[in-house]
Nanobody, 120 residues
Framework: QVQLVESGGGSVQAGESLSLSCAAS????????MGWYRQAPGKQREFVAG???????RLADSVKGRFIISMNSAKNTAYLQMNNLEFNDTAVYYC??????????????WGLGTQVTVSA
């Protein structure tokens, strides 16, 4: 079983930056892609950024030009650099991974989330 643990959340003022990390651990697995989602109070969870093993990346329109996703495949870790944060970025940020487990069965895993609060 694979576990995803996010870190790096916190409270900042608008215009400041935060960096999130997501580390995957567990029995033998191969990560194919990692991504970040967020859920604001009273809203549905939404896609923020994703990165495939081959380096392809995708960003939500709302964060393009401000957020950068990266991944260290050797460390099974994904990062989300969030710059010029806005009040509307306030949410719980969740890490997600598409992977093959030790028996080569495709799986999808979620972290427990980390809170990001941006004050106007």
């Amino acid at each position: 079983q694979v576990q995803l643990v996010e870190s790096g959340g916190g409270s900042v003022q608008a215009g400041e930056s935060l960096s999130l990390s997501c580390a995957a651990s567990g029995s033998a697995f191969r990560i194919e892609a990692m991504g970040w989602y967020r859920q604001a109070p009273g809203k549905q969870r939404e896609f923020v950024a994703g990165m495939a093993r081959n380096g392809d990346t995708r960003l939500a329109d709302s964060v393009k030009g401000r957020f950068i996703i990266s991944m260290n495949s050797a460390k099974n870790t994904a990062y989300l650099q969030m710059n010029n944060l806005e009040f509307n970025d306030t949410a719980v940020y969740y890490c997600n991974a598409d992977l093959f487990d030790s028996e080569y069965v495709p799986r999808n895993a979620w972290g427990l989330g980390t809170q990001v609060t941006v004050s106007a």
